[in-house]
Structures are given as structure tokens and as C-alpha cells.
């Protein structure tokens, strides 16, 4: 959620940040409920005070003469005060309420390090790792590859849901199982805490993230209740502490959870039907940060690598892109995704994106701290990345280890999980 106050002392600065996002934001609706709140809120403070006057005044009066024409007119005066605060309340909270949906309806400001760009085809190579494996065999794409080892049913997994699920099994099941605890332990040990959330998860949670109101279709939502199928353990691990007031030095805060995810993939019919790629229902290691403003960019840095690290403990060609204005996620100020390569198609496939929301989200949820010793409070700044998604990992895996005898050989770090060198 925007600062209000930022928004009212410098809108030509907001409206020239989201003008760079592309697209179409006028403030000037705010800015007018705004000032009408404002003036609603001077005339019920001088209507308060009067108020309170008016009874001092009349437990004065009525000492001397309790049914004077004074006391009368003073009753009567604040009665009347009395009734007009009634009409100002309710008409407070209704443009209170408007000023908040317009606030839930606006996109993070880029960061001023944030390259300006129109779209993905003006974002940022930062670095590439690892040679990209051109094989002399013809590379079959994962999904292939992986029917062909009967690794993974597309057929089963369409009669049993629909399609765009996937049943994995035997060592496909055994694969994934060995990426999610891999990775894991890699987090760990870089000093993130699991936690294992609910993937059900209520509204004002999806909203604190940004995935409410502007992107309920792209959410599963349980029917007769309110509650939704996460999608991304971002949402629950950063609503643990929704509406709290953290101490400084409990800052940094830092969580990896793996947790199942469910998207609709809403717009993407047609696009990478097949396989492990988009689907509704996959599996991933998220990692979350909530900082201090001042740390928060070499957190996001730190982040990026921790990601990263997983991608080189593979030994996957990848590289990291840093998304321009244009290409931002809603929430996100700044962003940086790490791309797999994917030899059967030539390309790199993003497979994490690592944001930082700076105090975005925790306006929305409501998310301080405070320093001990110093009056008031700060809003926490969050930060979050895949590390990695499982099945995209796997798509990686799968085409980058294959051998010219049809099978699949398991990197190194995976082999002591799997128990065996080849699939």
C-alpha cells in the first residue's frame, strides 16, 4: 500500500514512479477524498470541542439554576452539536473506506534504482553462471524424457483433477521429494527458519500481500468459506506477523517453508501446456525476509544469492535478470529473476523471482517495529524469493543430465538423498 501522506505532500513525484509501470493511474480521485476527509476531520474536531464546552458550561449554569433560559439554550446547543457529530461519523468512515480500496488498487513504486523500461524485452542482464549445455545428443524436453523413465502421468493426473496437474511417481515422486529437502537444508543452513504454514489461508492475508482485490482470479477459493489455496507460501509466512509490533533487534527476521502452490494461470491458456512449467497445483521452497529499511537492499542482494546458491549447488546454467519498471510484479519495488537454461528449447525459463516490497506489504498488514528507547513506530520492510520451484527445478534437471542412453544422471548433491546416481 502507498503512503498517503507521500502522496498528498508530492503527487507529481507517485504519479511520475507508477507512470513508469506503464498503464493508467490517476491519483486525482484520492487526492480529493483526501481532502475531504481532512476537512470533515478539522470540522468534527471544532464540533468536538464545542461540544465539550457547551458541557462544562452546563454543569456550571446548573449549580445556580438548573431550568434557566441558559441552561436550556446550552442543552439544546449540544444536543444539536451532538446530532451533527452523528452525521460526520458515519460519512468519515464511508471516505475512509473509499481511500483505502483506491489505496489497495495501486501498484508498489519503483525503486530509484529500478532500471525504466516499457516491458520484459527492456530488462537487465545482471550475470549468467555456468556453461550452457549443448549437447551432441537431440535433448528431449523434460516432459518427454520423463514419460519415457515413467516418471511422471499427465493422462491419470487430468482424470482424477484436470488438466495442467501432473502425478509424479516412483523416482519422479522421489526426485521432487529429494529437490524440497535439499533445499531446504540449503536455507537452513544460510540461517532461514522453516516454518510450515496453513496453505488455506483467510482474505485479509491474501490482501496484505497484494493478492487482494486486483488478483482474485488468479486464486483458488474454497466456496463456502473465507478462506483461499495459498499461492505461494509468501502469503501465509509474511501474515505471521500481520497487526504486530516487532522489537528492533528481533529484525532481520529470516523464513524458508516449503509449502504446495495453487494458481488458476489465469491468461496463460495455451502456453506451456505440457510438462512441468505452469501448472495449478506444484510444489516450492519460498524464502521471506522481513528487515529494516536501511538494510533492506543488501538483504534483497543477499537474497538473490541465497537462490542463486541452490542453481550452482545443481550445477544448472542460469542467469539473473533485474526487471525494468515496466515488467514489475504489483507489489515489488524492485526485482530480480533467475532464469534456468533449458537446453531442448535453447532458452533460460525464469524459475525464482526475488523481490523487495520495501514497506509495501507491510502497510497493508500492518507489519512495525520499534526502537527501543525512540517514540513511534516503523513499518518493516519484506522481501521474498522462490528458492527454488520444484518442478521447474526438475524440468532443469531432467534436460540438462540427460545421457545419450535415454537415462538421466542425478547430481551430485541430490545423490546422497536418492539414493541411487541414475534415474
Given at each position: 500500500?502507498?503512503d498517503?501522506?507521500?502522496i498528498?505532500?508530492?503527487?507529481?513525484l507517485?504519479?511520475?514512479?507508477?507512470?513508469q509501470?506503464?498503464?493508467?493511474?490517476d491519483?486525482s480521485?484520492?487526492?480529493?477524498?483526501d481532502?475531504?476527509?481532512r476537512?470533515?476531520e478539522?470540522?468534527?474536531?471544532?464540533l468536538?470541542?464545542?461540544s465539550?464546552?457547551?458541557?462544562?458550561?452546563?454543569?456550571?449554569?446548573?449549580?445556580?439554576?438548573?431550568?434557566?433560559d441558559?441552561?436550556?439554550?446550552?442543552?439544546?446547543e449540544?444536543?444539536?452539536?451532538?446530532?451533527k457529530?452523528?452525521?460526520l461519523?458515519?460519512?468519515?468512515?464511508?471516505?475512509?473506506?473509499?481511500?483505502?480500496?483506491?489505496?489497495?488498487?495501486?501498484p508498489n513504486?519503483p525503486?530509484d534504482?529500478?532500471?525504466?523500461?516499457?516491458?520484459?524485452?527492456?530488462?537487465?542482464?545482471?550475470r549468467?553462471?555456468?556453461?550452457?549445455?549443448k549437447?551432441?545428443i537431440?535433448?528431449?524436453?523434460?516432459?518427454?524424457?520423463?514419460?519415457?523413465?515413467?516418471?511422471?502421468?499427465?493422462e491419470?493426473?487430468?482424470?482424477?483433477?484436470?488438466?495442467?496437474?501432473?502425478?509424479?511417481?516412483?523416482?519422479?515422486?522421489?526426485l521432487?521429494?529429494?529437490l524440497?529437502q535439499?533445499?531446504l537444508?540449503?536455507?537452513?543452513?544460510?540461517?532461514?527458519?522453516?516454518?510450515?504454514?496453513?496453505?488455506l489461508?483467510?482474505?485479509?492475508?491474501?490482501?496484505?500481500?497484494?493478492?487482494?482485490?486486483?488478483?482474485?482470479?488468479?486464486s483458488?477459493k474454497?466456496?463456502?468459506?473465507d478462506?483461499?489455496?495459498?499461492?505461494?507460501?509468501?502469503?501465509?509466512v509474511?501474515?505471521?506477523?500481520?497487526?504486530e509490533?516487532?522489537?528492533?533487534?528481533?529484525?532481520?527476521i529470516?523464513?524458508?517453508?516449503y509449502?504446495?502452490?495453487?494458481?488458476?494461470?489465469?491468461?496463460?491458456?495455451?502456453?506451456?501446456?505440457?510438462g512441468?512449467?505452469?501448472?495449478?497445483?506444484?510444489n516450492?521452497?519460498?524464502?521471506?525476509?522481513l528487515?529494516?529499511?536501511?538494510t533492506s537492499?543488501?538483504?534483497?542482494?543477499?537474497?538473490?544469492?541465497?537462490?542463486?546458491?541452490?542453481?550452482?549447488?545443481?550445477?544448472?546454467?542460469?542467469r539473473?535478470?533485474?526487471?525494468?519498471?515496466?515488467d514489475?510484479?504489483?507489489?515489488?519495488?524492485?526485482?530480480f529473476?533467475l532464469?534456468?537454461w533449458?537446453?531442448s528449447?535453447?532458452?533460460y525459463?525464469?524459475?525464482?523471482?526475488?523481490?523487495?516490497?520495501?514497506?509495501?506489504?507491510?502497510?497493508?498488514?500492518?507489519?512495525?517495529?520499534?526502537?527501543?528507547?525512540?517514540?513511534?513506530?516503523?513499518?518493516?520492510?519484506t522481501?521474498?524469493?522462490?528458492?527454488?520451484?520444484?518442478?521447474r527445478?526438475?524440468?532443469?534437471?531432467?534436460?540438462?543430465?540427460?545421457?545419450?542412453?535415454?537415462?538421466?544422471?542425478?547430481?551430485?548433491?541430490?545423490?546422497?538423498?536418492?539414493?541411487?546416481?541414475?534415474?
Open positions: 500500500m502507498l498517503l501522506k507521500l498528498r505532500e508530492n503527487p507529481d507517485v504519479q511520475t514512479k507508477l507512470n509501470r506503464g498503464g493508467s493511474y491519483l480521485t484520492i487526492v480529493s477524498l481532502q475531504q476527509r476537512e470533515l478539522v470540522e468534527r474536531s471544532q468536538q470541542a464545542r465539550n464546552e457547551v458541557g462544562k458550561l452546563v454543569g456550571q449554569k446548573i449549580k445556580a439554576d438548573p431550568k434557566s441558559e441552561v436550556q439554550a446550552l442543552r439544546e449540544g444536543n444539536a452539536l451532538k446530532a457529530l452523528s452525521e461519523e458515519p460519512r468519515e468512515k464511508a471516505i475512509r473506506e473509499q481511500i483505502e480500496t483506491q489505496l489497495l488498487g495501486f513504486l525503486s534504482t529500478t532500471p525504466i523500461g516499457k516491458d520484459e524485452t527492456e530488462n537487465v542482464e545482471v549468467r553462471w555456468g556453461d550452457e549445455f549437447p551432441s537431440a535433448v528431449l524436453p523434460h516432459y518427454e524424457i520423463a514419460e519415457k523413465l515413467g516418471i511422471i502421468n499427465t491419470r493426473a487430468t482424470k482424477i483433477a484436470q488438466t495442467r496437474f501432473v502425478v509424479l511417481m516412483g523416482a519422479g515422486a522421489a521432487e521429494r529429494a524440497i535439499f533445499m537444508n540449503q536455507q537452513i543452513s544460510a540461517g532461514y527458519v522453516e516454518i510450515l504454514p496453513p496453505v489461508i483467510n482474505s485479509r492475508s491474501m490482501t496484505a500481500t497484494g493478492q487482494l482485490p486486483k488478483f482474485s482470479e488468479e483458488f474454497c466456496a463456502d468459506d478462506l483461499w489455496l495459498a499461492p505461494t507460501a509468501e502469503v501465509p509474511t501474515n505471521l506477523y500481520r497487526d509490533i516487532l522489537s528492533a533487534d528481533q529484525l532481520p529470516y523464513h524458508c517453508a509449502t504446495p502452490c495453487f494458481r488458476r494461470e489465469a491468461g496463460s491458456y495455451g502456453r506451456d501446456t505440457r512441468l512449467i505452469r501448472l495449478h497445483q506444484f516450492k521452497v519460498e524464502l521471506v525476509k528487515v529494516q529499511p536501511e537492499e543488501q538483504e534483497h542482494q543477499s537474497l538473490v544469492r541465497n537462490a542463486e546458491a541452490i542453481l550452482e549447488a545443481l550445477k544448472l546454467p542460469y539473473t535478470i533485474e526487471l525494468c519498471t515496466g514489475l510484479g504489483f507489489g515489488a519495488a524492485k526485482c529473476d532464469e534456468v533449458l537446453p528449447s535453447g532458452t525459463r525464469e524459475i525464482s523471482s526475488c523481490s523487495n516490497f520495501k514497506d509495501f506489504q507491510a502497510r497493508r498488514g500492518n507489519i512495525r517495529f520499534k526502537e527501543a528507547g525512540q517514540k513511534g513506530t516503523q513499518f518493516v520492510h522481501l521474498n524469493g522462490s528458492g527454488l520451484a520444484i518442478g527445478t526438475m524440468a532443469a534437471v531432467l534436460e540438462n543430465y540427460q545421457q545419450a542412453d535415454g537415462t538421466v544422471r542425478v547430481p551430485d548433491v541430490l545423490q546422497p538423498y536418492l539414493g541411487r546416481e541414475v534415474l
